[in-house]
């Protein structure tokens, strides 16, 4: 059993990672902090968790931080990197290990984070060595390394949906277009008007055209697996969606290859993938086939007559999309299996 | 036409009456008020009006306001009491007719109203000059009034209910129950984190149960129609649920006139009424069959060899609810139609 | 007053024509039918409409339809034209006009209606004097024409939101994308596992992918409005929607001149339209703001750094996307005020 | 680990109980039945179970099934009486467990079955072998019996919010009230134009006012548990939710023993329970509380002033409504740890 703290547990990523971690079977939860909720009783907030969890929020104490083995951070953006370097002293080494579900160290171009969430960086001199947690492309670093940047919930499934293609250079890399929609849970547990109940439901809209964060996360992983010389560019458009959780990504791009078989592409690419589910031919996910699970479910096709691909790909935004995949970083940090405490099937209906 | 005001239009009741009173065809809406955004275009907060209405919010001007025939307060409570004194002088007669939307005049007993608000009346002098704007009880005295009490939501569609079986004396009213279910925008627009779309969605709970505001509301008008010596009591739970507008009241009595044909009773009592509806008998009224109307739709039952009477009853809690019903009242103090602009078919589906 | 018909009004397509034409001021409906509830009473079905309209379905009768002046056929596609010819006899002048909701005569290739509909035409020979009910493109046809083919719920908003770009050139119209959202009242009323409530409810999904029965309608008026020699081109992605009403699309086109004042572009084609909204440049519509309106809304913005298009348009699907377009119709065919009858707010919230 | 059948799979129940045994530690789902789906793939008819589950639906066969260790029926009424004689033999003892999720065998007045299911019961000499699957009731009979009655939805949760009082004699169990609400799962996975989307989303309703099956199975059993002499009635009003899972109920009793701590008889009577919570004085339990798990979570009040008890309770209508439920017979019958498999934490949100 490890020793795990988890800071900011009060939003809807926290207690989703209390959902998963209460009943992991390799993990103590010994201290979930927030100063908001200083003092109450974990169960109190969340009745789901009545006689699951015996534990009262802590305002965040760097020295009982420090007492674990590992840490998550489900904190808005900002948080994680001011207080890492009090937490961890000169080095990462040797202390718990970090397990960051914000933004803090997403983008390897400090500059560019500091343009896209508009504030200086905290602690720049660690985001070269945070690992970006999409087990994936990069499992194997994820195994040593001791600061994980999760990726966004966005993200995730638009990059799963992507990478095949890209990596095997039969599309157009620079023309790619990603179509979104989530759940209104990746707003986040924050009172705003915007999302209350009879603002977003029975209603649809597309929201961030000017540019969205999650953008430029995308092409930089892109980038990674781009063939050399190709800088990949994705208009990206998200979309509000009434339903609570889920992603889907609706994903075009020009075809280059036209000879390619694309299922066999997506097949092979993912065959040995505990999370990624490559559908059968013709077929096509639903948000609700992944829902409370970490899997991701896409399909590939070829329109009739055109030279486009467009894949179709879904996660649950809280469990694949941050929590559970977050935890699937710690299994490999850990040595535990990679699917332990995140095998459960999806809610139907 | 008439040049009215409204007090606090940027709410779910203030928008529902710039819905209806923009194409009502004797209202000029000259005045829409509110702090919170002054300066901005009424339409660019709400889109749904672009085009069909032309102004801006301006912060409230009581001389401005008294160049109105009829000025609505769609305000939180207290707000009302608060400006009328300055807003009509000595007397409320000869100024523009004042239509509260709120609960501030809804209770006759000053004493009872400050324990329930918790907070001393601000205006306790014109509380019995209100008429309760209950058009079904009160409809003469609506039409001479100067200052209309609007019911609460709750209220107008339990009163609705009970009102026949409490007049005939066929029920014991000292044992009544409601139980009623409203959608959230009853909650009005007010950022809570309780009424987040994740919050509330896919799920259902009660509410209130220590006490609720529309409790003695209820009990005051049942007692104005109670037989001599019947002082009503009317154990209320209310619940809420995952849609946008609309409430179902489900009442129990005892039957005390065993004989009485219920059905006949209803019918009767709402013959020339133009907004309740009694449903043939048998069937059952769902919220959506009233959704964006003003009308009250009511069944009534006598569940097989049980001496209980079982009244179901549902409105549109912004229209029958607030804004619609408070027209009602503006059309009968000013001699138009009593339907006039107000006699929208509910939305199916 | 004009007499007006409805064949098979027991759909979501119908009840909603009920609901508009129960208080048009011009119309009155003297026969609507259903051969599944012939002899039930319209207001039984649909209780929104108990006082509105006193009315029972009748099987279709040839002989009193003719008496009409004008008929909407709200069926499934294949009904219509195979009642035509009974119906107008030699000529469709002289009788009564017809107003066809369904899809039968939409394509005016007969070969490609065949192919995508799956069955031979059962009336070719009114296929070309049919005219294609879009008053914002057919405008004078329509005020001529006897037989009216109304647009599909996804071309009307595509198109709407693709004609100004296309027209003008100002694109590569042979690599369009629309990706659109439907709420579930598209599928209509039909008794189907798919759409229960527990299936569709919080998930989100694509559809269609293999070729949806849209898209040749939307490439046929594009090339209607394309410039000479271009023959328009779209990938067309439909998605399902946990709402009722609304159709929300995100079109995507490759800018061709980009010294282009997209935003005046749009202005300019629908500064006269009653019924299309250019919102203000930077800001996005939701379906909600146009929830039982007959309004189209859209924005167009040019993400940066892009040589990309991005359009976003909403209309509900049950008014601007079939019967409130098909009564514009009707008002431009008799001559009235082509608002008349439809020009609600939409509700909000 | 034993071997389990499950006799129609395809519906809600069905796939619950496939997601919850799919992963039970001591089970291997080894046939798993439907008519209409025979030689289909399970994971095809649900995709959340690719990977989790290879098997296809094949036609019920006694033979095989006579090698399971037990059998689930998940079918409509009607269907495992039809089946069981053939199934078993001359007797239930030595053959597989039967755990009936039907309403079969849950009435133990063979007369009154017949009244309420309006059909003759196939197979009445099993009745009196039946217990009644309600493990806080029946738990030493459970874990002996041969063939187990599972509760209906509606009575596992009001029952268990009326038990406490009804037993210790501290209401008049002649004059109860259970006013309850489900999401639209309760209605299962069968085509009806009722529980389409469109027609049940944003809406509300009662229905079954005439008498609902679940009421003689709730005064059966509280006739059970009552003081000698007492037949206890239930006036039982159901409604319908805009949510997927969930039912609510609101109990009204007339309180007897005014004396009485309700707060701690609630307690002392759920102490040992694994699946019962009662929650802290005051506080209110949501159905989003217990989504997806096996909790059955109540208050009691005594509203202020008033000689009534109102309870409240919820639980997932399809897990301890239904197929956890089961399960957690199962277990009792084959002697595993009550909690086996259906230990799951409620998903929030």
Not at 18 to 30: D, F, N
Not at 33 to 45: D, F, I, K, N
Not at 148 to 159: E, K, L
């Amino acid at each position: 059993m490890i020793r795990v703290g988890i800071v900011g547990a009060t939003g809807y990523t926290g207690v989703e990672l209390l959902r998963l971690l209460a009943v992991h079977p390799e993990v103590e939860i010994v201290c979930v902090t927030s100063r908001g909720e200083e003092g109450r009783s974990v169960a109190e907030l969340y009745p789901s968790l009545r006689g699951k969890l015996d534990l009262r929020f802590v305002a965040p104490d760097p020295e009982q931080l420090r007492g674990c083995d590992a840490i998550f951070f489900a904190t808005p953006h900002g948080v994680a990197q001011g207080m890492l370097r009090e937490l961890v002293g000169e080095s990462l080494a040797g202390g718990p290990k970090i397990i960051d579900i914000s933004a803090d160290f997403r983008l390897r171009d400090r500059v560019l984070w500091e343009k896209w969430y508009n504030q200086s960086h905290a602690c720049p001199e660690l985001i070269e060595e945070a690992v970006y947690g999409l087990p994936e492309l990069n499992r194997e670093a994820i195994k040593e390394a001791n600061l994980i940047a999760c990726p966004g919930c966005y993200p995730t499934v638009i990059q799963l949906g992507f990478i095949p293609l890209v990596e095997a250079g039969v599309v157009d890399a620079t023309q790619l277009i990603a179509n979104a929609a989530t759940g209104v849970s990746g707003a986040g547990r924050a009172a705003k008007v915007d999302f209350l109940f009879p603002e977003v439901n029975d209603s649809f809209k597309a929201y961030g055209i000017g540019g969205h964060r999650h953008q430029p996360e995308i092409e930089q992983t892109l980038a990674q697996v781009a063939p050399a010389g190709v800088q990949p560019s994705v208009t990206f458009i998200p979309h509000l969606v009434p339903m609570i959780r889920g992603i889907h990504a609706t994903l075009y791009a020009p075809l280059v290859d036209k000879s390619c078989d694309l299922q066999a592409l997506f097949e092979e690419r993912y065959r040995n993938e505990p999370f990624v589910d490559v559908m059968p031919a013709g077929s096509t996910p639903t948000t609700s086939s992944v829902k409370t699970s970490n899997m991701c479910r896409l399909s590939v096709f070829r329109p009739a007559q055109q030279d486009k691909v467009v894949v179709l790909a879904v996660i649950d935004n809280l469990t694949k999309g941050s929590s559970g995949q977050a935890i699937q970083c710690l299994n490999l940090m850990f040595g535990f299996e990679e699917s332990l405490g995140i095998n459960q099937i999806a809610i139907q209906p």
